[in-house]
């Protein structure tokens, strides 16, 4: 990819595929640094190939489920230095929350499927196996 000449913030979002806002939001946060004023007397705010790359970092962790504090870990915007073995951690400690959620996910499918399985599709609503078992339930 080649390097991105000073931009506006609304390029960014568009080479970046997200949006203004989020950019913002990356920025107060401390995980996109702020962008820097152009040279000259418009003093108009630029982002650079710095940004683009650090924008494309946070959005593929994001994509991969990351919350936002591993997001700024792995991004080391704290400026704590990082083994290898640091980052590893965070990715386990993902990975292990991952296989939580889809443990839970997996459950809720069965006892779902169980609930879909057992309803005959007809009668009242008053006579809805599916949701009788939910007020069982609560």
């Known amino acids: 990819m080649p390097a991105i ?3 506006t913030i609304a390029e960014l979002a568009h080479k970046a595929g997200v949006d203004v806002a989020s950019i913002r939001s990356y920025e107060e946060m401390g995980l996109l640094p702020c962008a820097r004023r152009r040279r000259g007397r418009s003093g108009e705010f630029a982002y650079h190939q710095e940004h683009l790359d650090r924008l494309l970092f946070i959005r593929r962790a994001l994509d991969l489920g990351f919350p936002l504090e591993a997001v700024a870990e792995l991004a080391n915007v704290t ?9 590893y951690q965070i ?3 993902h990975l292990m ?4 959620r889809i443990a839970e996910l997996q459950r809720m499918e069965a006892t779902i499927a169980g609930l879909a399985a057992a309803c005959p599709r007809k009668g009242s609503r008053a006579d809805c196996a599916v949701l009788a078992a939910l007020k069982e339930s609560a």
């Open 91 to 93: 990715a386990e400690r």
């Open 97 to 100: 929350d991952l296989r939580r």
């Open 5 to 7: 000449a000073p931009a």
């Open 79 to 87: 400026g704590a230095l990082q083994t290898c073995n640091d980052v």
